[in-house]
């Protein structure tokens, strides 16, 4: 069988609106040997394993390893060497990192990841931090195909590089996490990830290479991709969402009110209520702004081996773009609700 990364492609798979939903992130330096994700690898003990994944779920950020490209030390649980520890924050308005030590796991139960990071963050590390899913025991096109990039770019770029567990989406390996701005990418190789990387220092978007920007809805990733696409814009802050909603299309009581459903964006069946307005702005320059609606209806795809580790065929929901047009040249649809950010 091909690996995930290789059927990806040669089923057409699409990159668009597939980056992760979190918006903070909380990086622990662990150089060896890891399993199957960050908190199932008995690398930190039971005991801050348990308190982290505790964390993590109330606060809905993500657990990241990470390593330096190439190190690969016998000893995986500390043993007095002071290792980095990181809270990324990727809300618009905020987006820092902020940096600290560690030497025992014990150490991390005294973490305060719900702290606010403060303005003067950048003092205390890195702020342009450049992630490469390696984790092979999660899927071996990660590392097969993760552990060259990192290589390239800790080499051939300014960006603080590591290695790091899961990201999700190794379907599309080699991925990529940029922090602060949570923006993911995919389908890379050596070559195709230093010239990204060197797109968005220039402040531009590798759009062919581009997954959606973490902690935006599905659809709001979707719909900015199809914008750029369309209206040619490469530019990292020249297109911005000003609204997203669901709309109703299936059958309702004949005033416009259909079933709700699951709200949760791509669970829906397509041809029923798993549709989208958003509304974005695209500044083309000073005082040159104009707002776009871009409509999308969640597609269900046939089911497929979506990592090398399955077992068995999964299904994803793709959302595909019916329209796209200034603001004002259709009709809205009838509005269900609002979308949260996630």
Not at 20 to 31: D, N, Q, T, W
Not at 154 to 178: K, N, P, V, Y
Request: glycine letters at 12%; proline letters at 5%.
């Amino acid at each position: 069988m091909m690996r995930c990364a290789e059927a990806a492609r040669a089923r057409g798979a699409s990159l668009r609106g597939t980056a992760g939903r979190s918006a903070r992130f909380l990086l622990l330096e662990v150089p060896g040997p890891w399993g199957p994700s960050a908190l199932k690898g008995g690398q930190l003990g039971a005991d801050v394993t348990a308190h982290l994944r505790k964390a993590a779920d109330d606060l809905g950020l993500s657990v990241l390893l990470i390593r330096r490209p190439g190190r690969r030390p016998a000893a995986a649980d500390g043993g007095g060497e002071s290792r980095a520890w990181a809270v990324a924050e990727t809300a618009a308005g905020i987006e820092r990192v902020r940096w600290g030590s560690w030497r025992e796991p014990a150490d991390l139960l005294g973490l305060d990841i719900a702290a606010a990071i403060p303005d003067s963050a950048s003092a205390s590390g890195p702020q342009r931090v450049a992630l490469v899913c390696t984790n092979g025991k999660r899927d071996q096109c990660c590392a097969v195909r993760g552990r060259p990039v990192a290589a390239a770019l800790a080499a051939g770029t300014g960006w603080d590089t590591w290695e790091c567990s899961h990201l999700g989406g190794h379907r599309f390996a080699a991925t990529m996490l940029l922090l602060p701005t949570g923006d993911m990418f995919g389908w890379l190789d050596a070559e195709s990830a230093l010239d990204v990387t060197r797109r968005f220092d220039a402040g531009q978007l590798a759009v062919a290479h581009h997954r959606g920007r973490s902690g935006q809805p599905v659809p709001v990733q979707a719909a900015l991709h199809a914008a750029a696409v369309s209206l040619g814009e490469l530019r990292r802050h020249a297109i911005r969402v000003s609204s997203a909603r669901r709309v109703l299309t299936g059958p309702g009581d004949g005033n416009g009110n259909a079933d709700h459903g699951n709200a949760d964006h791509g669970n829906s069946d397509h041809g029923n209520s798993d549709h989208w307005e958003v509304d974005v702005i695209h500044q083309a320059g000073p005082g040159a702004a104009t707002t776009y609606r871009v409509q999308l209806a969640g597609r269900r795809l046939a089911p497929a081996f979506l990592s090398c580790a399955d077992d068995a065929p999964k299904t994803e929901t793709d959302y595909e773009v019916i329209s796209f047009a200034p603001l004002g040249s259709f009709p809205a649809l009838s509005v269900s609700c609002s979308v949260s950010r996630r």
